[in-house]
């Protein structure tokens, strides 16, 4: 199985920061990398599919990078509903699988 | 608007069985791969099975694979899983997912999740 690591695990970050979440895989994945969010309500949605591609109605201060084993989801300008669990997933080979998570808070 | 609706979780022996629904609607069901996706308590996502349009085709990963089994009914929009013999480690927030497999493979509508709890 592919295993998927985000670093970091949480991250304290400021109104309007710019912050970068990581993503590697343990072998190279082609792009196949998807990124979700988590409210704490459990309510889960995409923001970027096939690496870099901006999911319908995601605002465009989110964006995402990355090929090989190296993957990245970067937020330009955190506003305060930003502030979730984000998650990357690979579905380059089954078993699809995800990321252990990056909890965003408040500084 | 899509909405995707689970059901059947709760508390189950080791051993049992359960069986979760889900009941789409704003969208041609039938049109769609569906898939489960599940979160233990306090961890990450786990994909556990994925449902091609008519059926006739199923995923799954080797933690559920021969336990669990994937099915769907396009007259009636609905998706299932069945949860045999189930372990411990099964507890979980259960997510109902449709699945676009078309630009890309990625979930791009979720439920709000049903929490199935194994424990004795």
């Known amino acids: 199985d592919i295993q998927m690591t985000q670093t970091p695990s949480s991250m304290p970050a400021s109104l309007g920061e710019r912050v970068t979440i990581s993503c590697r895989a343990s072998?190279?994945?082609?792009?196949?990398l998807n990124w979700y969010q988590q409210k704490p309500d459990g309510t889960i949605k995409p923001l970027i599919y096939y690496t870099s591609n901006l999911q319908s109605g995601v605002p465009s201060r989110f964006s995402g990078s990355g090929s090989g084993t190296d993957y990245s989801l970067t937020i330009s300008s955190l506003e305060p509903e930003d502030f979730a669990m984000y998650y990357c997933q690979q579905y380059d080979s089954s078993p699809w699988t995800f990321g252990g998570g990056t909890k965003l808070e408040l500084k | 608007e899509v909405q995707l609706v689970e059901s059947g979780g709760g508390l189950v022996q080791p051993g049992r069985s359960l069986k979760l629904s889900c009941a789409a609607s704003g969208f041609t069901f039938s049109n769609y791969y569906m898939a489960w996706v599940r979160q233990a308590p306090k961890k990450g996502l786990e994909w556990v099975a994925t449902?091609?349009?008519?059926?006739?085709?199923?995923y799954y990963p080797d933690s559920v694979k021969g336990r669990f089994t994937i099915s769907r009914d396009n007259a009636k929009s609905s998706l299932y899983l069945q949860m045999n013999s189930l372990k411990s480690e099964d507890t979980a927030t259960y997510y109902c997912?449709?699945?676009?497999?078309?630009?890309?493979?990625?979930?791009?509508?979720w439920g709000q999740g049903v929490m199935v709890t194994v424990s004795s």
């Open positions: 449902i091609s349009t008519s059926g006739s085709r199923t």
């Open positions: 072998q190279g994945i082609s792009n196949y």
């Open positions: 997912a449709r699945l676009i497999t078309t630009t890309a493979y990625y979930f791009d509508y």
